[in-house]
């Protein structure tokens, strides 16, 4: 008895290539989501990155701020600055002994008008005015990307003084500073007002 194969039916056909259609649908999928994945991890990485360059600009600022708050709070700075001592001259600052950043602060009058906006210190028309002076952090290297500002206003001079019970006249004076780091984002402005009582 010989035996026939059987012959394969058109239905198993259609089902061959019906697996081979899903595979490949499946195959897309997983690259849709894979290229998703690595494009979502992307993002979160920038974000992460210009989040880290704000808050290396906010710090570098805050630093400029508390450096110039120092500076007048010095006792070279009431010695030796034209500004607090209208007869020192550059030759007098030398021979004083005075320390040169305390002495040669600079500090500008304060702009008159309706200037104190957030606007208007961040504006670049406020950071290319004469009296605009750098500061780079202590120990830092060029190569870090910060590029440091800062403006010291003479505010006015008045006999009462914001902290009752010290004798003596109060000068108040304006900071400003300002950090920009590498990304064009990454840009911070702190601003105090401080009191030297003479």
């Not at 010095?74 to 001259?89: E, L, Q, Y």
């Not at 500073?177 to 990304?183: K, L, V």
């Amino acid at each position: 008895m010989s035996m026939r194969p059987i012959p394969r039916s058109g239905t198993t056909t259609r089902q061959d290539g019906f697996i081979l259609v899903t595979s490949l649908i499946f195959l897309v999928i997983l690259t849709l989501l894979a290229v998703s994945a690595i494009n979502s991890s992307t993002l979160q990485e920038r974000m992460a990155a210009n989040q880290r360059e704000k808050s290396r600009a906010l710090d570098a600022a805050d630093s400029a701020l508390r450096h110039v708050e120092t500076l007048l709070a010095s006792s070279d700075f009431r010695a030796c600055n034209p500004v607090m001592n209208p007869g020192i001259t550059s030759n007098s600052q030398s021979t004083n002994s005075c320390n040169a950043n305390a002495s040669g602060l600079a500090v500008i009058p304060a702009s008159s008008g309706n200037t104190d906006s957030a606007t208007y210190y961040l504006s670049d028309q406020f950071w290319s005015q004469t009296g605009v002076s750098t500061y780079q952090l202590p120990g830092d290297a060029s190569t870090s990307g910060l590029n440091i500002q800062y403006v010291v206003e003479y505010v006015r001079q008045q006999a009462d003084d914001l902290n009752p019970g010290s004798a003596g006249t109060t000068v108040l004076f304006r900071i400003t500073a300002r950090a920009r780091g590498r990304s064009p984002g990454s840009r911070a402005v702190v601003q105090s007002v401080y009191q030297v009582t003479t």
